[in-house]
T-cell receptor, first 111, second 114 residues
Framework: SQQGEEDPQALSIQEGENATMNCSYK?????LQWYRQNSGRGLVHLIL?????REKHSGRLRVTLDTSKKSSSLLITASRAADTASYFC???????????FGKGTKLSVKP | DSGVTQTPKHLITATGQRVTLRCSPR?????VYWYQQSLDQGLQFLIHYYNGEERAKGNILERFSAQQFPDLHSELNLSSLELGDSALYFCASSAETYPGNTIYFGEGSWLTVV
């Protein structure tokens, strides 16, 4: 499969805790983008990290990229019930900009 | 709101029928992408258009076709529908076609084939 692997597949935590989701891939990438999807809804773009970047922040989100290990992680700090969603990493390959998605991590944040 | 508009939001149709899904990209975006999301296959890239021209093809069946019009809106045509085509179809857009552009997704069109 061309899809990357995300782990864990499902994660359940309490409000206020941090959530870490990991994404691994096998081929070279030029960028990696993280998305959130609430059940049955559209994909909301969270962060884009380019292959020459190692870390990016956006509010409570922190994304790291290790191209030598072909892996990325998304950290959500001080999680809230509203963070409950599926989180996907999508890698950009080739020259045309289209994204290849992983299977996602289903995050449940309990109040 | 991502600015990408998809219609219809929900569609129920019978096997063997044909449907057209429509997408309006964000204002100014030249690239349009179509994705299919199903429980068993996950999010699959179907096809990419840039300024009216096909740029990349993914796992798109021969029964499916797409086009991007001069006003940059796009349509995905699904024909000879099968039960397995039931899925959430996403359109996405970005400003350019080269890697590293943020790609914004619409809310999707739910297709149910009965």
């Amino acid at each position: 499969s061309q899809q990357g692997e995300e782990d864990p597949q499902a994660l359940s935590i309490q409000e206020g805790e941090n959530a870490t989701m990991n994404c691994s891939y096998k081929t070279s990438i030029n960028n990696l983008q993280w998305y959130r999807q609430n059940s049955g809804r559209g994909l909301v773009h969270l962060i884009l990290i380019r292959s020459n970047e190692r870390e990016k922040h956006s509010g409570r989100l922190r994304v790291t990229l290790d191209t030598s290990k072909k892996s990325s992680s998304l950290l959500i700090t001080a999680s809230r019930a509203a963070d409950t969603a599926s989180y996907f990493c999508a890698r950009g390959e080739g020259s045309q900009g289209n994204l290849i998605f992983g299977k996602g991590t289903k995050l449940s944040v309990k109040p | 709101d991502s600015g990408v508009t998809q219609t219809p939001k929900h569609l129920i149709t019978a096997t063997g029928q044909r449907v057209t899904l429509r997408c309006s990209p964000r204002s100014g975006d030249l690239s349009v992408y179509w994705y299919q999301q199903s429980l068993d296959q996950g999010l699959q890239f179907l096809i990419h258009y840039y300024n009216g021209e096909e740029r990349a093809k993914g796992n798109i069946l021969e029964r499916f076709s797409a086009q991007q019009f001069p006003d940059l809106h796009s349509e995905l045509n699904l024909s000879s529908l099968e039960l397995g085509d039931s899925a959430l179809y996403f359109c996405a857009s970005s400003a350019e076609t080269y890697p590293g552009n943020t790609i914004y997704f619409g809310e999707g069109s739910w297709l149910t084939v009965v």
